[in-house]
């Protein structure tokens, strides 16, 4: 028996309660939304409307699978996010750990925890962030679920990747003599979320006049870094890769703990971007503690060969993507250090940021 689902219709003035049937909602979301042509591509044979969806493996390849939850009031809220941002970041989430094993992303599956009182218009609008997230990268949505809630949103995210067999990049393989390295800016997600939190308006409401429009986008809508994965599988080059996530230091303790190293960060080569540097400086705050404690960047942080390299950045350069090398792998097991450029040696915590309290990340 199909469930019932209790949705708030705003559209005709009285704002009524209707109950709507979960395949009617799953309807009103998917249908006609990703075309049958693309779905073919993506290797669909049979999609959402059936108990389960049937999907084309691709022959020498392996599977790469992961989910990520984004909860109301843990994750988001009005002031941090719009709902179409919600779906996007949702599927960047999830879409980001394809890009920290090398692999590509192929099909997605959505879950979602409703609370009685949400709109239809709503739901449409964080669907619509979903898959102009999930187009960007050549995604299926293939199937989910819904379910009603007694409290706020839910939206679980599982993506189905590939890679070649015996080819994903795993944190587990830096190697003592490598470098580390990142590609574009970390901290700006975090300062972002910052900003967002000390203005305390709805997004909606503010997002044309905000200040720093680079950091609020980089919290509202980062993007994935698969291109960069993949180059880093292809080269060959690439020992371990991680996606900062959680914050630059938690990122590197997850490399030196699976690979029984130690890692040694150097201050002065971490880039900081220009609006990252401006708003820490407003703010009286030091914008390492945004890069090293921030978090949902999606960028990638890895480890090469020390004389590796520079071919390494040259191949990636040549794609357009860019890359630092911020420190390097030492014996030290279970050591993670920040070299200060005043030569001081400071260890790091393994904690990232915490969304609305500004502690340790329990994750």
Same mark, same amino acid.
């Given at each position: 028996?199909?469930?019932?689902?209790?949705?708030?219709?705003?559209?005709?003035?009285?704002?009524?309660? /209707?109950?709507?049937?979960?395949?009617?909602?799953?309807?009103?979301? *998917?249908?006609?939304?990703?075309?049958?042509?693309?779905?073919?591509?993506?290797?669909?044979?049979?999609?959402?409307?059936?108990?389960?969806?049937?999907?084309?493996?691709? #022959?020498?390849?392996?599977?790469?699978?992961?989910?990520?939850?984004?909860?109301?009031?843990?994750?988001?809220?009005?002031?941090?996010?719009?709902?179409?941002?919600?779906?996007?970041? %949702?599927? %960047?989430?999830?879409?980001?750990?394809?890009? %920290?094993?090398?692999?590509?992303?192929?099909?997605?599956?959505?879950?979602?925890?409703?609370?009685?009182?949400?709109?239809?218009?709503?739901?449409?609008?964080?669907?619509?962030?979903?898959?102009?997230?999930?187009?960007?990268?050549?995604?299926?949505?293939?199937?989910?679920?819904?379910?009603?809630?007694?409290?706020?949103?839910?939206?679980?995210?599982? /993506?189905?990747?590939?890679?070649?067999?015996?080819?994903?990049?795993?944190?587990?393989?830096? #190697?003592?003599? &490598? /470098?580390?390295?990142? *590609?574009?800016?970390?901290?700006?997600?975090?300062?972002?979320? &910052?900003?967002?939190?000390?203005?305390?308006?709805?997004?909606?409401?503010?997002?044309?006049?905000?200040?720093?429009? =680079?950091?609020?986008?980089?919290?509202?809508?980062?993007?994935?870094?698969? #291109?960069? =994965?993949?180059?880093?599988?292809?080269?060959?080059?690439?020992?371990?890769?991680?996606?900062?996530? &959680?914050?630059?230091?938690?990122?590197?303790?997850?490399?030196?703990?699976?690979?029984? !190293?130690?890692?040694?960060?150097?201050?002065?080569?971490?880039?900081?971007?220009?609006?990252?540097?401006?708003? %820490?400086?407003?703010?009286?705050?030091?914008?390492?503690?945004? !890069?090293?404690?921030?978090?949902?960047?999606?960028?990638?942080?890895?480890?090469?060969?020390?004389?590796?390299?520079?071919?390494?950045?040259?191949?990636?350069?040549?794609?357009?993507?860019?890359?630092?090398?911020?420190?390097? !792998?030492?014996?030290?097991?279970?050591?993670?250090?920040?070299?200060?450029?005043?030569?001081?040696?400071?260890?790091?915590?393994?904690?990232?940021?915490?969304?609305?309290?500004?502690?340790?990340?329990?994750?």
């Amino acid at each position: 028996m199909a469930r019932s689902i209790i949705l708030t219709i705003t559209d005709y003035g009285g704002g009524r309660m /209707v109950s709507v049937d979960e395949f009617a909602l799953i309807r009103l979301l *998917t249908s006609g939304i990703q075309s049958d042509a693309m779905q073919r591509e993506a290797g669909v044979v049979t999609g959402i409307g059936d108990d389960a969806a049937v999907v084309q493996v691709n #022959e020498g390849m392996q599977l790469i699978v992961t989910c990520d939850t984004m909860t109301e009031d843990v994750h988001f809220k009005s002031v941090t996010m719009r709902d179409s941002d919600i779906g996007f970041k %949702a599927m %960047a989430s999830a879409v980001s750990d394809i890009a %920290a094993m090398g692999g590509t992303p192929r099909f997605a599956l959505v879950a979602l925890c409703l609370p009685r009182t949400i709109t239809t218009e709503r739901v449409r609008r964080m669907y619509e962030g979903l898959y102009e997230c999930a187009n960007r990268y050549s995604i299926a949505v293939i199937g989910g679920d819904t379910t009603s809630s007694a409290g706020g949103m839910t939206i679980t995210v599982t /993506v189905i990747g590939e890679a070649p067999s015996g080819q994903a990049l795993l944190r587990s393989r830096a #190697e003592v003599g &490598d /470098v580390v390295f990142t *590609t574009g800016y970390a901290g700006e997600s975090a300062a972002g979320l &910052d900003l967002l939190l000390r203005q305390g308006l709805p997004l909606e409401e503010c997002v044309e006049e905000v200040d720093y429009p =680079g950091l609020v986008r980089a919290h509202c809508r980062p993007l994935p870094q698969i #291109e960069a =994965g993949i180059a880093l599988r292809q080269s060959g080059l690439c020992h371990a890769l991680n996606d900062v996530s &959680d914050g630059i230091a938690s990122e590197v303790w997850e490399i030196a703990e699976a690979s029984n !190293v130690g890692i040694d960060l150097i201050e002065d080569r971490i880039p900081i971007s220009e609006e990252l540097n401006a708003y %820490a400086l407003q703010q009286g705050r030091d914008p390492l503690d945004f !890069v090293l404690f921030g978090g949902e960047d999606y960028q990638l942080v890895g480890t090469v060969p020390a004389a590796q390299a520079p071919e390494l950045q040259l191949q990636l350069r040549q794609r357009g993507i860019p890359t630092a090398i911020i420190g390097y !792998v030492t014996a030290d097991s279970g050591q993670v250090r920040l070299v200060r450029g005043s030569g001081d040696v400071m260890s790091l915590e393994k904690k990232g940021y915490n969304h609305f309290n500004g502690g340790e990340d329990g994750n």
